[in-house]
């Protein structure tokens, strides 16, 4: 007896027990029943071993929700340790104002990385996309415009012409004119786009298949508290960057903006892990993603301030004012390091910068508007046109060879963008220029009007023209790139490759509106006596700026796809210095958001979450059904009843069946099941780790062992009783309950604003059932007439 209490000190870390063996150890009655004193009392100071840290304890389940609350409040609690400790001692405060710290930190380095990438991708693309046609003969790794910048022999009108840059079929065969250059020019154009494309898909397949399409229906769900093991990781990093340069080199109608918000949480994932803060709590780390989607925006349109907004508005789940402030932080340095880089090497940070010289009119806002019912129209018919196709894609053979579908797709868009000037050239280059005022320097097709030979004014005032043969030449070679870029960005958006949708629909959008633009300056011109004219527009001024239209165009079509409407016009001014011009772009945009959301309220990016199942509970998603919890809470009637636990009669053997045989979350805690009084709720995850923990590190586990619940702690009734198991700390002693005849209409409103991954259905504070958010998801989805098997992930 002496020698066994006096070895319980040594014993701390575990609840051990000798009663079962000191039965068989000894034979007299009186000195057995002194042993079983000794083992009561050690039950009666039963150890918590969850004291101790578990490994990957406070981890998920791939393709599972976290919960919010739990990890708020476990954030809470670290937080209020490190403060507590902070004034025992000197150490302690550094400690604590190096934790205040690193969020800032990680905001630095975030910024610095995705200002970097986003630097190198530019460079790089301008280089390989330039190589389709030519290559520099002084230096191999410089872009068209790079080549012809360090030469000597390039004069003004010639800018684009220099003896340094040659085209392939000048350099294999010496001419640069006639049949034979061109078809060889064509046929190697189409060789190069091919290999980009090639190679792109092949790395994506081989290496990072979460490295393909645009990312951000993936990032706005992982946001919303989804988990997807790897989509983040460095692998996705570094394929993504590297395939996102030869994906947009390729000449493919996509973009490089989106595949950015990807690869800049990919920056914010990796140095999450180098701080416990954030690696070891799924809230917070959530929290650094939404400030890297800033980031991402911001090197990728050199827009800081729409960086965040875009993050607020389109892809941030939870958006607390601290997250706003290192958002902005984020956003700051990302840009300061692209424009350090100077990519675009013209010493700005904008990709289009653009100069207006005439305000525009009231009267415009006419043909604004329509712009913006364009828009809509444009982005309806995209969504379910790019759904349908990847429905397809997903529900047959296509989808079995998507290497296979990448090459006929780039094939099919080199073989027809190679005739046009508008479609070879990269979207971005296409872009600026019908973005561009025609100045009395400007050699684009788009600026051949007729001038004035008597005209003698400033450069920058010139005044309406008459159109002259090539801008109506132009004016045919847009119609046929519109139509092109409408059908084809249909089929490319959601290949296997990453894939950006913000350029391509900013590229329809410009082309329409620079036709319009064009129209509507013809009409000033030749009919200025017109009632709608008179007021504005006199002879001989400069009244039309058709790349004003352009811009417009694209805000447009941009705000019909993705139904964003604040960041976008803070994007496309910031994006083209156009300030002035905010009310056209405000105007457009509305309008393009109204027509949209008249034949559907789902953006692209809601469209293909939809589409994969995931279960993204929008806030903007209005429920007005009357239906109750009773209606959605499991088990329904023809179920089996619902998996519980309670809280001193189940064995450790019962819940290793429990879990073996099922896979469930979680299990509601109850008296009894004949009571059915609820308890708490425990985790799967937990509850397995602790029993795993259990078996290795405490004495007397075995199958036969009873889980307790219980505040209070277990007695051993018989001497050679297996040792009990308690687990109160890791039982939820407050889930979150609903009463049966609660309306779902508030359960939702609930699972949105708390971020929850189940609800307990009670009846004066008995357990009727559970209510998850998949249940509300297929609730939601049955009640629009919608597959509710669609929603496939917990």
Not at 96 to 101: T, V
Not at 361 to 390: D, H, Q, S
Not at 771 to 787: G, P, S
């Amino acid at each position: 007896s002496y020698r066994v209490e006096n070895q319980r000190p040594a014993l701390a870390g575990f609840a051990v027990s000798s009663t079962s063996c000191l039965c068989v150890s000894f034979r007299g009655v009186g000195i057995k029943q002194k042993f079983i004193s000794v083992g009561h009392e050690m039950n009666g100071n039963l150890m918590d071993f969850l004291d101790e840290p578990f490994p990957d304890v406070s981890t998920y389940e791939d393709f599972h929700t976290i919960d919010w609350l739990r990890e708020k409040s476990r954030d809470t609690d670290r937080h209020r340790k490190i403060t507590t400790k902070s004034k025992e001692s000197y150490w302690e405060l550094i400690k604590s104002l190096l934790d205040a710290w690193s969020g800032w930190v990680v905001m630095l380095l975030i910024g610095m990385l995705t200002g970097t990438l986003a630097g190198v991708i530019d460079l790089a693309v301008d280089w390989m996309t330039d190589l389709k046609e030519g290559v520099c003969l002084s230096a191999f790794y410089y872009s068209h415009e790079q080549c012809c910048w360090t030469s000597n022999e390039t004069t003004f009108d010639d800018r684009d012409k220099c003896p340094q840059w040659q085209k392939w079929a000048e350099l294999m065969t010496g001419h640069s004119e006639g049949a034979g250059a061109y078809v060889l020019n064509y046929f190697l154009y189409v060789l190069w786009a091919l290999l980009f494309s090639f190679l792109a898909v092949s790395l994506v397949r081989v290496f990072a298949p979460y490295a393909c399409g645009s990312g951000i229906p993936e990032i706005k769900t992982i946001l919303s508290g989804f988990i997807i093991r790897g989509y983040l990781g460095k692998w996705t990093l570094l394929i993504k960057t590297v395939t996102l340069v030869l994906a947009v080199s390729s000449g493919l109608s996509l973009g490089k903006e989106g595949p950015l918000v990807h690869v800049a949480c990919c920056c914010g994932n990796l140095f999450c892990s180098l701080f416990s803060k954030y690696s070891k709590n799924e809230g917070k780390r959530r929290e650094v993603l939404s400030a890297a989607a800033a980031a991402g925006v911001s090197v990728a349109f050199g827009a800081p301030i729409g960086g965040v907004l875009f993050s607020l508005e389109e892809v941030s789940y939870y958006f607390p004012l601290k997250t706003l402030w290192r958002s902005f932080f984020a956003a700051l340095v990302a840009a300061f390091t692209l424009r350090a880089i100077n990519p675009f090497g013209n010493s700005r940070l904008v990709l289009f910068y653009v100069e207006y010289h005439t305000p525009w009119y009231m009267a415009e806002l006419v043909p604004f508007i329509l712009l913006g019912v364009f828009g809509g129209l444009w982005g309806t018919l995209f969504i379910r046109g790019n759904i349908a196709w990847c429905r397809r894609r997903k529900t047959t053979l296509l989808g079995k060879y998507p290497v296979l579908e990448v090459i006929v797709i780039t094939g099919i868009t080199a073989v027809l963008a190679f005739p046009n000037p508008y479609t070879r050239r990269s979207t971005s280059e296409l872009i600026s220029e019908l973005f561009n005022d025609c100045g009395a320097l400007e050699s684009s097709q788009l600026c051949d009007y007729v001038n004035n030979p008597n005209m003698s004014r400033p450069v920058d005032d010139i005044p309406d023209r008459p159109a002259g043969p090539g801008v109506y030449s132009a004016l045919w070679q847009l119609a046929l790139a519109l139509i092109f870029k409408i059908v084809i960005t249909i089929f490319t958006f959601g290949m296997k490759i990453p894939s950006g949708l913000f350029i391509p629909s900013m590229a329809v959008g410009a082309i329409a509106g620079r036709i319009v633009g064009i129209a509507v300056e013809q009409m000033a011109y030749h009919h200025h006596d017109w009632i709608i004219f008179k007021n504005w527009c006199r002879p001989g001024a400069d009244c039309v700026t058709p790349g004003l239209y352009a811009m417009v165009g694209a805000a447009a079509c941009l705000g019909g796809v993705t139904r964003m409407t604040v960041s976008l016009v803070v994007i496309m001014f910031e994006l083209t210095g156009g300030l002035e011009y905010i009310v056209p772009l405000m105007a457009a945009a509305v309008t393009s958001k109204w027509v949209a959301d008249a034949f559907g309220k789902e953006g692209i990016y809601e469209s293909h979450i939809q589409l994969n199942g995931y279960p993204y509970l929008d806030v903007r998603d209005e429920f007005t059904h009357r239906t109750l919890a009773t209606d959605v809470m499991r088990p329904r009637r023809s179920e089996p009843p619902l998996a519980v636990l309670t809280q001193d009669s189940t064995t450790v053997e019962d819940v290793e069946t429990l879990i073996k045989d099922t896979d469930y979350n979680g299990f509601p805690v109850v008296v009894s099941r004949e009571s059915e009084r609820l308890i708490g709720f425990v985790q799967r995850r937990e509850l397995t780790v602790a029993i795993k923990t259990a078996r290795q590190k405490q004495d007397g586990v075995v199958s036969s062992s009873v889980v307790y619940f219980t505040e209070d702690n277990p007695q051993v009734a018989e001497a050679c009783d297996p040792q009990p198991l308690k687990l109160r700390r890791i039982l939820n002693l407050s889930p979150f309950t609903v009463t049966d005849h609660t309306p779902m209409e508030t359960v939702v409103d609930i699972f949105r604003k708390l971020g929850l991954r189940q609800c307990l259905v009670t009846r004066s504070g008995r357990l009727l059932g559970i209510i998850t958010k998949k249940d509300v998801l297929r609730h939601m989805a049955q009640m629009m007439n919608q597959d509710p098997e669609s929603i496939m992930f917990n």
